[in-house]
């Protein structure tokens, strides 16, 4: 949606020049589609298909029905803007064993995607959080949580990642994905959440 939202507002500036305004929903990178609606005190146009587009004349002329604008097009007319369009965050969420820093072999797997997809940004930074579940002190649980922030820090950072990239803090057994009493073992709450923008 903010793709398309972004797209929309770059066809707009670049359209209003010539006195047409014209919207382009396009897919977001995971290649899913949302929706966008254009309207004006004429009328309103919804577009919920990736590549459709409408139109619009001027502030008293409705959005026009929607039609289709070929992949071809897009690219020559606007992919330099798009090009230069931020890529949207990803976070990545390893798990790890009970009272440990060692991961899950289910998260293991994960390390090369986090590779590249940190390559895959020109200037990227990344957050590394965290986590765990409330079992024991509050204050031995911090400390975990950053031990398990650093041991991704150091996979990472053995892998060819800059140092100066990550940026790794602790919020203990404060934000639980699966909310639960004191002294409660929930493994999806003890986990490392990467985030790469």
């Not at 966008?36 to 409408?54: K, M, R, Y």
Request: negative net charge; contains cysteine.
């Amino acid at each position: 949606m903010l793709r398309a939202l972004i797209a929309g507002t770059l066809l707009l500036a670049l359209a209003a020049c010539a006195g047409n305004n014209r919207f382009v929903l396009l897919e977001e990178e995971d290649g899913s589609v949302g929706a966008i609606t254009v309207a004006n005190a004429a009328g309103s146009q919804t577009i919920d298909e990736a590549g459709a587009a409408t139109r619009v004349g001027g502030a008293r002329a409705a959005p026009s029905a929607p039609e289709a604008v070929e992949r071809d097009e897009i690219e020559a007319t606007w992919g330099e803007a798009l090009a230069a369009s931020p890529r949207q965050p990803r976070t990545f969420v390893f798990h790890f064993l009970f009272d440990s820093d060692e991961l899950t072999q289910l998260s293991r797997a994960q390390l090369p995607a986090i590779l590249d997809s940190i390559r895959e940004f020109p200037a990227p930074e990344v957050a590394v959080v965290g986590h765990t579940d409330r079992v024991g002190p509050e204050q031995v649980n911090a400390r975990l949580a950053l031990e398990r922030a650093e041991a991704i820090r150091g996979v990472l950072v053995d892998a060819g990642i800059e140092p100066a990239l990550l940026e790794v803090s602790s919020h203990g057994e404060a934000n639980p994905v699966v909310p639960t009493a004191d002294e409660v073992a929930e493994p999806r709450n003890r986990r490392v959440e990467v985030t790469v923008r």
